[in-house]
């Protein structure tokens, strides 16, 4: 296969797609978003097959733990992409929403309208729901896609395509809307990302090697994040029983995804309190504990914490404990270590919590609840395209909003400038 003539040929087909779903009805979107959600469950037997078969080559090729739990696709997974679309099709469309209207002296009216962005490229590792969930949120945002999944999750991906492709047609709209790269050629990546005419924003989601390489090699904008070191803080002020449970559920709840915590702050006057019946917990669940020195006078059957732990996003039953003097070197701590995704507080002090939610520089900041909940569909997205730790145009779960841009209106009535 020429590579180059393929991918210039999936970007003019892209280009050319996206402006009729630019101008797409909200109805006709829902439409193909509820079509592909049917199509799913329909053939949930022949996305099973298909990920076998990548599962399979995936335990041969010795993937990893934690790249192996985000390929796996189970019924209850094909029913959450289902519910995914469902949900994206019951959220306000909003494209074409005009907001921020005022007159000016001139006698003109202005506001402003969302559009938009046109053409996404998404470049992503394992994790086949992404094919739906990208699919979905670029066609209810009026864009279209061009879907690079990696060559672990080949047949899967294929099979979700066959969906996505034939909802498309069943609304009427060009299935060209969204394309998924049929081949596993890396040179398709080099090409995705330099396609300047055909794409406008590029959307990476997979290892940090991969998306380091995306954001150094682009010359397209990049949306993205790094890596999830994310912290949990009991504060002196914490409620125990909300800080043993939502330690637990941060850490154990699933360890290879972004937003688990990776690293546990506690104040030094809780430490005693709180530390024994956690490490019993993790223990129970083959978590293995680094602490700081204070940490190991209270634990000390654990291991030694370094400063490389407090760098590091395991993506394993592995955390990191740090014991803290006061609120200041906590958000210290997450500010200097962290990746600006998500960090929790656990208090019941509410002038310690706006000092929190205040002070530390991440896409979620939360108040007693677990860092899982960084997710999209839980904040009511109805997926995610990713998580942004940028600071320009879109932070955190990037939604439908996330995928378009305003663009200013004006009205008039024949004024003239003097």
Not at 92 to 107: L, Q, T
Not at 185 to 210: C, H, N, Q, W, Y
Request: charged share 25%.
């Amino acid at each position: 296969m020429d590579i180059k003539a393929y991918m210039q040929q999936v970007g003019r087909q892209a280009r050319a797609a996206s402006r009729h779903m630019a101008k797409a009805d909200t109805q006709t979107k829902n439409q193909a978003l509820n079509a592909i959600a049917d199509a799913l469950l329909r053939d949930a037997d022949a996305l099973l097959a298909a990920n076998n078969l990548d599962m399979e080559q995936a335990k041969q090729d010795g993937l990893e733990p934690a790249m192996l739990d985000r390929l796996l696709l189970t019924p209850k997974t094909i029913e959450s992409m289902a519910d995914g679309l469902r949900q994206i099709a019951s959220l306000p469309d909003p494209v074409g929403e005009m907001s921020d209207f005022k007159f000016r002296p001139s006698g003109i009216q202005l506001g402003k309208m969302r559009v938009p962005l046109g053409v996404i490229g998404i470049i992503y590792e394992a994790r086949p729901n992404v094919t739906a969930d990208a699919a979905g949120l670029c066609i209810k945002s009026g864009n279209a896609t061009i879907l690079r999944g990696g060559r672990e999750a080949f047949y899967c991906n294929q099979a979700i395509a066959l969906c996505v492709s034939e909802g498309l047609k069943v609304a009427g709209l060009p299935t060209t809307a969204v394309q998924i790269i049929e081949t596993p050629d890396r040179a398709a990546v080099g090409e995705l990302i330099t396609m300047s005419e055909f794409v406008d924003v590029i959307v990476p989601r997979g290892g940090k090697g991969l998306i380091a390489r995306i954001a150094a090699d682009a010359r397209i904008p990049v949306i993205k994040h790094l890596d999830g070191i994310c912290h949990v803080y009991i504060d002196d002020e914490a409620d125990p029983v909300k800080a043993i449970a939502i330690s637990d559920n941060a850490k154990t709840h699933r360890y290879g995804t972004c937003n688990t915590m990776e690293t546990l702050l506690v104040h030094e006057t809780v430490a005693e309190l709180i530390l024994p019946p956690l490490a019993e917990i993790y223990a129970a669940k083959g978590v293995e504990l680094r602490g700081c020195a204070k940490t190991l006078a209270v634990l000390p059957q654990i291991n030694t914490a370094t400063e490389e732990d407090w760098a590091t996003e395991y993506l394993a039953p592995i955390l990191s404990i740090k014991i803290v003097s006061d609120l200041d070197e906590a958000i210290e701590h997450i500010n200097t270590w962290g990746s600006h995704h998500t960090d929790a507080i656990i208090t019941e002090n509410y002038t310690k919590s706006r000092q929190f939610l205040r002070e530390v520089d991440s896409s979620s900041v939360m108040v007693n609840a677990s860092t899982r909940f960084a997710d999209g569909f839980e904040y009511g997205l109805g997926a995610e395209i990713g998580i942004s730790t940028d600071k320009i145009h879109a932070r955190g779960p990037v939604g439908l909003n996330g995928l378009t841009s305003e663009k200013w209106i004006v009205f008039g009535n024949g004024e003239i400038r003097s």
